[in-house]
């Protein structure tokens, strides 16, 4: 995690905005030595199929999915 005071950023704000997109990396912005906000890229969303693509075949369930769970999980 890098961090950067509020003017150095504003000198460079585009190289800086860079970094973060190539890197993946957050950026915290200081204001006199203080966290003040945290510049992060924005992840592209996963399918859940891709999510889970790696346990396909290897999750194992040896009960009925289908069975009731109201001993497990009580209503309230």
């Known amino acids: 995690m890098e961090t950067v005071s509020k003017s150095a950023l504003k000198a460079k704000?585009?190289?800086?905005?860079?970094?973060?997109?190539?890197?993946?990396?957050?950026?915290?912005?200081?204001?006199?030595?203080?966290?003040?906000?945290?510049?992060?890229?924005?992840?592209?969303?996963q399918s859940s199929a891709d999510s889970f693509a790696g346990l396909q075949g290897r999750v194992v369930y040896n009960e009925d999915v289908m069975a009731p769970t109201t001993d497990e999980w009580p209503e309230r």
């Open 13 to 45: 704000m585009l190289e800086y905005f860079r970094r973060v997109e190539e890197s993946g990396e957050e950026l915290v912005v200081t204001d006199n030595n203080r966290p003040t906000l945290r510049i992060v890229p924005i992840r592209q969303r």
